[in-house]
């Protein structure tokens, strides 16, 4: 299985460790100094929290201010739309912001939140049968069924 490594800047390291272990992960000690901190999201998603002098040192390209512009936005899927509402909660009171109201499709529901260092993180709600059948297949149903 392939793990994935996202590298994500901060100004604030011990307030970025703060942030995703409130939101339920765990930092790997084996992987954290003063530089970087390793956060385990999953057992094959991780994201590397890398100071912003240290995150330089990775490229040539300037660093690009997340409060300013969008690099890249991670999303993840959840099992429930109550789940995606739970995780939201834990990020706004550790701190992180919601950038758009949350956003319902139907067969989707979606939110995102930007990290203290403006981050973009999404987290999402599809119904199984509209990721197996596709949304206008899975909404055509819908319709049709109503």
């Known amino acids: 299985m392939t793990k994935i490594f996202v590298n994500l800047p901060t100004s604030d390291l011990e307030r970025a460790k703060a942030f995703y272990t409130a939101l339920g992960c765990e930092i790997n000690p084996q992987f954290t100094d003063e530089n970087a901190a390793c956060v385990v999201w999953s057992e094959d998603i991780y ?61 989707m529901y979606s939110r995102d939140i930007d990290d203290p260092d403006g981050n973009s993180l999404g987290f999402l709600y599809m119904v199984p049968e509209a990721a197996e059948k596709g949304p206008e297949a899975y909404m055509a149903e819908q319709g049709a069924a109503s």
């Open 47 to 107: 994201f590397m929290v890398l100071t912003r002098e240290f995150f330089a040192t990775f490229t040539d390209k300037p660093i690009a201010d997340p409060h300013q512009s969008l690099q890249v936005s991670s999303s993840f899927t959840c099992d429930s739309r109550e789940e995606v509402d739970a995780i939201m909660e834990k990020a706004l009171a550790a701190g992180g912001t919601e950038p758009k109201p949350a956003q319902d499709y139907g067969f």
